[in-house]
């Protein structure tokens, strides 16, 4: 995680929480300072302790290039993603007036089919618009909810950006430095749902079988695609020399993303990891030596 602050000392490991201004280290030392090599924020005891012989700049030279990367994030977001979710929710809602109407012409088709037919095969007509009517209700319900969750993500999406905007106009150094380090975003929308079709072929011979003398229904089973848009914007926060990169929406699998949050090298062996008061955590491992 950017802005970890690290100490060894019986096992245990200080973690900066996310908007904290003052040294977990040095107790009351504001972060004035960034260190290179580790890409963390650092006050001015840590340049002659745990990060000494280290490249140090101040924390308020690296911000104008956060504030470029958030700028960056923000712009293709805005001339990409939120345009890209809104042409598959209005293209999720033209799909669902066509399918309505598609299926409601098949249903008159079946019904103008039963009524040439004896009161013999009602029964046979019940049972076949009953069919009809349950793969209806299932696209129906797998376009609604693809909306709805096409809908989730651009609300998601917006409050981002909000909070990035916000951050780039009031916010500290801090504050824009920790926006640039939560700038790992995997925007995974849902899969666009395979609707089952329906195709309805009237008999040419009435006086046949009563199963054959309604006509034949064709159904598809309703499911989902493993198409879906994946929008993904990578970055190394924390590091100067970083670049902001967001690869062209691909189709992907829509297991959930792990996140690693931070890597260190430690001399012992972790047995434990806890909840800090401070929004850290606190390591606890055994010395093998």
């Not at 602050?5 to 973690?15: D, H, L, M, N, P």
């Not at 290039?65 to 993603?81: L, P, S």
């Not at 129906?140 to 651009?154: H, P, V």
């Not at 999406?157 to 920790?178: A, P, R, S, W, Y």
Request: proline share 3%.
């Amino acid at each position: 995680m950017a802005g970890n602050a690290i100490s060894f000392y019986k096992g245990q490991i200080a973690v900066r929480g996310q908007g904290h201004t003052t040294c977990v280290h040095h107790k009351g030392n504001t972060l004035d300072w960034f260190c290179e090599k580790c890409h963390e924020c650092i006050c001015a005891n840590c340049i002659s302790t745990l990060h000494k012989g280290h490249g140090i700049v101040p924390l308020s030279e690296i911000t104008p290039h956060n504030k470029r990367k958030v700028q960056t994030f923000i712009n293709e977001t805005e001339n990409k993603e939120l345009i890209q979710i809104q042409q598959e929710i209005n293209s999720a809602q033209e799909s669902l007036e066509k399918h309505l109407s598609h299926f409601k012409d098949v249903s008159e088709e079946v019904k103008n089919q039963g009524m040439k037919l004896t009161e013999h095969v009602d029964v046979l007509i019940d049972e076949t618009l009953s069919q009809l009517k349950h793969l209806e209700d299932e696209n129906t319900q797998l376009l609604t909810s693809y909306k709805t969750e096409l809908e989730k993500k651009l609300a998601e999406l917006k409050d981002q950006l909000t909070h990035c905007k916000e951050t780039l106009q009031n916010g500290t150094d801090i504050q824009v430095f920790d926006v640039t380090s939560r700038l790992h975003t995997d925007i995974t929308l849902p899969r666009r749902p395979v609707l089952g079709t329906a195709k309805f072929s009237q008999s040419k011979h009435p006086n046949e079988a009563l199963t054959s003398a309604l006509g034949k229904m064709t159904l598809t089973s309703s499911g989902r695609t493993d198409d879906h848009v994946n929008a993904k914007v990578g970055t190394s926060a924390g590091s100067s020399d970083q670049q902001l990169t967001r690869p062209s929406a691909k189709l992907a699998s829509p297991r959930p993303k792990i996140q690693v949050l931070s890597e260190w090298d430690y001399p012992c062996d972790i047995i434990k990891i806890c909840p800090a008061s401070d929004d850290g955590v606190w390591a606890y491992g055994v010395d093998e030596k």
